[in-house]
């Protein structure tokens, strides 16, 4: 049976895992939008493209839960990134006229300080110590990194995901700061299946022993936890239809754990990708980030019509997909109403893709399509 | 946090709990589906009306996973059944007109034999060693009940949810002795989507230490682990457009247990699930069934229309729910497109409710005018 919680150590991260990746410091403190202060904060991020004398050509993407800032290849790391088929040369965002930016979220494990990095004045990791951060913190955190380069407007803010809502963020707490918003996938405030799904997600970690009270050795992550979070994750990032046609009822292509699961492909999957999360994501950052979703609400901001109007953005990309459970297609067509109804020349881009929540990344040409037709009117 | 993993007593089930509950010995042994032998086994059902001198008005009813024979009140048992609104005197199930059975399931623990029930021929629970059941099992429990009580035709075999599962199996084992059929929320082979998502609820138990291989003590159930499954399938059984109406964003009515759980309102809901479902119902027959309902697939009988065609049925009523994401209403256009093809009056209910699965029990109306209907022209 599947409950012996075996501990693997995760492999130190070695020097020149991320070689493109630069750090920003916050300001310090950092005041973070629910009042509690952070000290000795700094933002990890990557850039492709060159910025314009002008510097009118940055873009400024957020990513989803798990993705580092490592969006895209480019010269210095020729790793595949989290949004290759989108971002570089020659692609829908195309990094020959763009200066873009990925930020790695605040409270993420990847750079940015967060519940696994050390806190200044102790030395220690914070663990579930760290301050509790909302969506508009990233969002902030992703504001400090545009000052440390200088650069006082963004062509276009975008993000897909939990960075569907950074963006959104960005566009209340600095309006008039990005001409042009892209959101994928997101929303302008979680949806109570959406909560209830990642709450019970964080349930799976916090009840595995090995979490310890948020108290677990450094690369010791409560795997039981994590995996299960990964596999019911997983589940709502996808759809039913897409399982029908890829995986039906077809037996699993490895042998079966024990009697009560693993005996569908379907569970093989799901396996797959749990094993490959369980160790590389830190717990306590998956916590705070999931809870950081569940909060996220525009109406903090006066409503998502009020931020559309203030935002003053020139136009609007809000492209969701049809069987997206957690992110609905409802919700964009809300958030596109509102920038709509504010004047902003406002696209709503309804994918038909099985792949639920995660087409952005897994079925990638319609929204590579969107967003070329999107940016190419605005080339500089 | 809510990791402590506190273990409470199930109180002992009181002689008189279900005082209309009644016993059918299985033949011994009994061969199970996949070729194994149940010794010494049981089932336990209820009735309801009376059966005529010709033996020609009863409906077996199967259930869902979790609940027991008590379908409805009586004189007998005037608390309260778990589809209380849909069976009875006057009521769509008219127990006037129609000698009902409700049977619990093989390898449940409301009477029947099953993983929390002693084996025999060494007077200890069962537990893990019990021998894996399939839907078919189940069906033909049901078919014992009948030989026992002398019925050896049905007016109508019907269920709902696992219960409609077993309604199609009964019908590929036994063509011809049910006239009619109505499958709630069934489907002919469970989808892949349905599969991942029981597995992960098995896997919480799995997980759960106090689970301990499935050698817990009779009556301290692995807690953590049911109340994560259950919160699992509670998501599973509803819908995101009741939940946005029902919930929205509304906080909790108590206060959140930790940081990380327990803020809004639908959490709650959750909590109360759990908490009523933890001593419920026995882990052991909870993995069992569930398992069981992955495995089920009438292409195991030929497929479905091969079923149809034999069961020579005069009439089948498939009922489904368009937000159910278990049960899909695709499924359930599958199983009647078969009947009907197989010359079957066949009538589809595609009910529009927001109650997802679980409409049959929290919005009944749209189900009692189905199921009136199609029993009203068939009285005898």
Redesign the interface.
């Known amino acids: 049976?599947?409950?012996s919680?075996t501990v693997r150590p995760v492999t130190v991260e070695p020097r020149d895992r991320w070689p493109a990746r630069q750090f920003a410091a916050l300001p310090d403190p950092f005041t973070l939008f629910d009042g509690e202060q952070l000290h000795g904060g700094r933002v990890a991020y990557e850039t492709w493209g060159r910025l314009t004398p002008a510097r009118d050509n940055a873009i400024l993407l957020f990513t989803g839960l798990s993705p580092s800032a490592h969006a895209a290849s480019s010269a210095v790391d020729p790793s595949e990134g989290w949004w290759e088929p989108v971002l570089g040369p020659g692609k829908a965002i195309d990094t020959n006229h763009w200066f873009v930016i990925c930020v790695n979220s605040l409270g993420s494990c990847f750079g940015s300080c967060g519940p696994a990095s050390a806190d200044p004045r102790t030395g220690r990791r914070y663990g579930?110590d760290f301050p509790?951060i909302t969506i508009e913190d990233i969002a902030a955190a992703g504001r400090a990194v545009l000052a440390a380069l200088g650069i006082s407007s963004l062509a276009v803010v975008a993000g897909a995901s939990l960075g569907g809502m950074a963006s959104l963020a960005f566009t209340a707490l600095f309006p008039g700061l990005a001409k042009r918003l892209i959101s994928v996938s997101g929303t302008d405030?979680?949806?109570?299946?959406a909560?209830?799904?990642r709450?019970?997600q964080?349930?799976?970690v916090?009840?595995?022993?090995d979490?310890l009270?948020g108290q677990y050795p450094a690369g010791r992550n409560p795997r039981?936890g994590m995996r299960?979070a990964r596999?019911?994750g997983t589940?709502t990032y996808r759809?039913?239809v897409e399982?029908?046609q890829?995986?039906?009822?077809l037996p699993a292509d490895t042998p079966p754990p024990?009697?009560?699961?693993?005996?569908?492909?379907?569970?093989s999957y799901?396996e797959n990708q749990a094993e490959r999360f369980a160790d590389a994501f830190d717990a306590n950052c998956y916590?705070y980030l999931?809870?950081a979703m569940?909060?996220f609400?525009l109406?903090r901001h006066g409503g998502v019509d009020q931020v559309a109007q203030k935002s003053r953005a020139e136009s609007a990309l809000i492209i969701g997909v049809e069987t997206d459970?957690l992110f609905?297609i409802e919700e964009q067509a809300r958030v596109a109403q509102a920038f709509a109804r504010a004047g902003s020349r406002t696209q709503l881009v309804r994918v038909e893709s099985a792949s639920g929540h995660d087409a952005f990344l897994a079925d990638t040409e319609p929204f590579e399509a969107a967003i070329r037709t999107f940016l190419t009117e605005h080339h500089q």
């Open positions: 049976m599947s409950s919680g579930v509790a405030a979680a949806s109570p299946f909560i209830a799904l709450s019970v964080r349930e799976a916090l009840t595995d022993p979490w009270q039981n299960l596999k019911i589940i759809s039913p399982w029908q890829r995986y039906g009822r024990n009697k009560f699961i693993g005996e569908f492909l379907v569970e799901l916590l999931s809870r569940d909060r609400d109406a459970m609905r």
